[in-house]
């Protein structure tokens, strides 16, 4: 199991086009390419973003000025987000796609490959120091 690092971060929008752009405070951001499940509220929800219509992802929009609680990748490449009212969401890895993946500042990139492997890029130090 990973820690992506998103604890204690604000969802501050999403965007979808195709995939599900989720921008998080202090230059996070999580990309969703393939289907998921959001739990909420004692719902099921099952999304596919690049198929679903906009207005079906209502639910994904209504997380937005909540604080992440939990990210991880497991070691099959599945995303797991939950957020500071129970709601969760969860990301399979793709067999043929990208299914994810989870950016923060300086470069710091961890993405699902096809099959599941995890793709890690780490942040970079700024070499001046600031």
Known sequence: MMDL????????????ENSIVMQLSDENFALIASPLVLSRNGEVFTFTPD?????????????VGLNVVESTADDSGALRMAF???SLIQVPADDAY??????????????SMPGGELAIWSA??????A
């Open 51 to 63: 198929e679903d219509p906009e207005e079906t992802l209502a639910p994904i929009r209504q997380l």
């Open 84 to 86: 500071e009212d129970g």
């Open 98 to 111: 990208e299914a994810w993946n989870v950016s923060g500042p300086r470069g710091a990139l961890v993405v």
């Open 124 to 129: 970079q130090t700024d070499p001046d120091g």
């Open 5 to 16: 690092g998103l604890n204690g971060k604000k969802l501050q929008s999403v965007l979808i």
